[in-house]
RNA sequence: GGCCCCAUCGUCUAUCGGUUAGGACGGCACCCUUUCAAGGUGCAGAGACGGGUUCGAUUCCCGUUGGGGCUACCA
């Protein structure tokens, strides 16, 4: 009987597959309030919410805030904050772990563990394992009986993982005070979240024995689980603030790009195998995502090469979506309010468009700004000494050059460059000879962008007025 | 200490037993060029060590070493 039974359901089992594809997995990011978003957690958070868009599943947001103490509003918002800049939305509410309702629920799941006799009152330390009865309103804590045996499973990233359960001590899941530990409110929210793949870092690896041993004695179906390595710094140690900024905050401040940031990190700790294009937009990132290709090794955060990750997305990121980066800070350091930008608009994006090829930060494009919008300029001491080396002739060529523009119709790059190659062979010098004198003139540096861009970007009028200025210092010194 | 995880250029990685071990960042050189970027080309640079298995190991197994994590009434 059973085995014909067992037989048919051997039989059926395909068909039942078929019928019913694996239901689109659930997945949560659960970060503790007690900081800002740090990068190895954006990470985290980053392969969850990959998995799920790719996968058609759900991605969850839970605060775990059990720990009242260092537990603070301010860091729930930091790391909401840090998500939506990276743009990982997530899909239902926010979970508070430490909500009444939930705080019931661990300590019912609790109760129950007690009553079938998997966890008991004890008000003894670790140390000094006893099950002295507990009178009535003594304080006590609640601990976890670990069984004999061995507790295993086959990890997503890893293959295979066994603990022995000897190595397990009894650990508490109830405090004193009737508040749940870590491992317990883990587990109880992610059942009660229906959570079916637990993504986390690797340093969980040890406590997910202790989860499963808590998912068995409430009799409840074990998630997959996936252990992501760590992010360490350049030295290999676990990335600290001696490593420069750990928070995805500061690179937010710093002129970071967040698909920048998002495509930095999924490249640590996971790729998308063969060949492969570095740079990928997160549409690309989430057609590309799969768990099979997850990595095991700790990888070490470069900042370079975020640097380079960033110039290359601030060159490739449709200018719309750039301008609304970069104006608060035009705006933040004065060079021009957000109505003058707005009312010159196909000048600013036609400027961001020349200064951002030769940024890697959002900061490089407003450096470089400056000139375009500041009457008076500060002319660099390096490239004055350069370029202006013999300043009589610097002035006479100047004004040869301010002469040959003031003439020319119409300002466009062609007929300027005509002439002023027109002018250095008549000075008998090389057209950088005219060029680079001009562009400390007009920029107050030695690099800019094309000297024919800088002048279209100025117009004629200020152009000239810039020579001017220049001859003018010239004279002075 | 115990338990667990990990190991390819300085860094991120490709390779799923047979490759001159490939690419990217960074470095260097050159090209392009009015500067700086960007872009292009080239150079240097890796399988931690020792045993097995195999006709053949970077790849599979064991050990050593090294690194990391956990070992709380933290998460």
Partial sequence: MQSSGRARARAILPILKQMNPPAPPRLRFAPSPTGYLHIGGARTALFNWLLARKTGGTFLLRVEDTDKARSTEESTRAIFEG?????????????????????????????????????????CTAAELDERRVAAGEPHVLRFRVPEGETAWDDLVHERIAFPNKDIDDFVILRSDGTPIYNHAVVSDDIAMRISIVMRGDDHISNTPKQILLYRALGEPLPQFAHLPMIHGMDGKKLSKRHGATAVGDYQHEGILPQAMVNFLALLGWSPGGEFEEVMTLEQLIEAFSAEHLLRKASVFDPK??????????????????????????????????????????????????????????????????????????????AVAKQWKDRAVARDLLSATRETLAELRPWEPEPMEEALRALAEKKGVGGGKVFQPLRVALTGLGVSPGIFDVMLALGRDRTLARIQQAEAFLQDA
């Avoid at 951002?356 to 407003?366: F, K, T």
């Fill in 83 to 123: 998500l939506r800049w990276l743009g990982l939305n997530w899909d239902e509410e926010v979970v508070y772990q430490g909500a009444e309702e939930n705080l019931a629920r661990h300590r019912a799941d609790a109760e129950r563990m007690l009553k079938a006799g998997h966890v008991y009152r004890c008000f």
């Fill in 305 to 382: 090469k975020l640097e380079w990750m960033n110039g290359q997305h601030l060159s490739r990121v449709p200018l719309e979506d750039l301008e609304p980066r970069v104006t608060p800070l035009i705006v933040a350091a004065g060079l021009a309010t957000e109505a003058e930008l707005a009312a010159r608009r196909d000048w600013y994006l036609k400027l961001i468009d020349l200064l951002r090829v030769r940024s890697r930060l959002i900061d490089d494009i407003v450096r470089q700004a400056v000139p375009f919008f500041r009457d008076e300029i500060e002319y660099d001491a390096d």
